[in-house]
């Protein structure tokens, strides 16, 4: 009997020995080894979120969530949680602690983002939060959008076309039974019972004569005719280019020989308007002299025949006797 409660106690030893090892190692997993430090942090939405969801900083964990505080203001309700985080662990002031979750099935947990800032956050100090989107529920939402749009609008406009669909066939089917068909039997009575048929008949049967008419008119040397005849009028053009080319340059130099006599012309007037009254005095004074020669002209001639008979004579004895310029002689005057 002593051996058994010796082999209970030792049986009972174990099993408190392994349920203090597992609790000690539920302790560990938790986080809550060792010295931790208070901070805060506000969501407007915690789906997910519990009593021991893990906290970690940049993917390594550092504490775990220990309470969840509903918070009213402002008519709205938040959310703020309490982490329980290492002890001296440093948190920089600018950073952000996100609601985040590896997987869709995977467990949601709080990853804080280290700012830049060189200051750190106290403990008991608020970290900005940041809610994770919920996949779920943001499908949720486009699936209601899409149901409401189709519901309100795809729907109408389909229903909306397939009435103006059906209105537009019946439409034209109206139209092709009571206008097109009744006009196209009306049209073919008509090339039935006249002569249309005939009429057009002479009429390509005429276009067919003239063709040939103006083939023949179009002969080979009908065509080189013409050709020599376009030739000719191509040299003619040129030839009249030429000529009108000439005539061109002589108006040009007959502009230039006109505007070089208007010059002279009016070098002239401006000379005869510069001079006009030494003109004026000149013509006075030609009057003048030609009234004197005038009143004289009679004495003037008579002494220009006399010298001119006197001139005569001496020529005459000089041929007659050229010594007479050496000794000379008196003369005789002959009396006629």
């Known amino acids: 009997m002593k051996r058994d409660n010796i082999n209970y106690l030792v049986v009972g030893s174990f099993v408190m020995l392994l349920l203090l090892g ?125 149901r409401d749009l189709s519901q309100s609008s795809i729907k109408p406009l389909l229903n909306n076309l397939n009435e103006q669909f059906l209105s537009i066939s019946t439409e034209l089917t109206d139209i092709t039974k009571n206008t097109i068909k009744p006009l196209l039997e009306s049209f073919s009575n008509q090339v039935e019972q006249t002569d249309m048929v005939s009429k057009l008949s002479g009429l390509i049967n005429n276009l067919n004569q003239t063709s040939e008419d103006l083939q023949k008119v179009f002969n080979s040397q009908n065509q080189e005719n013409v050709t020599v005849f376009l030739e000719s009028m191509s040299i003619a053009s040129k030839g009249m280019n030429k000529l009108v080319t000439n005539i061109d340059d002589t108006r040009k130099s007959m502009d230039i020989i006109l505007s070089n006599i208007d010059k002279v012309i009016g070098g002239v007037n401006h000379m005869l308007e510069d001079n006009d009254n030494k003109m004026s005095g000149s013509l006075t004074d030609l009057q003048k002299t030609l009234s004197v020669m005038s009143t004289h002209i009679d004495a003037i001639t008579h002494h220009l025949e006399g010298s001119s008979r006197n001139i005569h004579e001496f020529t005459r004895q000089i041929k007659e006797n050229p010594g007479l310029l050496i000794r000379g002689s008196a003369q005789v005057e002959e009396v006629e």
């Open 22 to 146: 597992f609790f000690v190692f539920l302790y560990q997993i938790m986080g809550s080894g060792g010295p931790i430090e208070k901070y805060f942090v506000i969501y407007k939405n915690v789906s997910g979120i519990k009593y021991g969801t893990p906290v970690a900083f940049e993917g390594y964990q550092v504490g775990q969530v220990d309470m969840i505080e509903p918070i009213r203001k402002d008519g709205k309700t938040n959310y703020r949680l309490t982490l329980s985080i290492e002890k001296e662990w440093p948190i920089p002031i600018d950073s952000v602690a996100k609601i985040v979750a590896s997987g869709l099935l995977a467990a949601v947990t709080i990853d804080i983002t280290e700012g830049v800032s060189e200051d750190l956050l106290d403990p008991e100090s608020t970290i900005t939060g940041k809610e994770a989107a919920n996949i779920f529920a943001t499908v949720n939402e486009v699936a209601s959008d899409l």
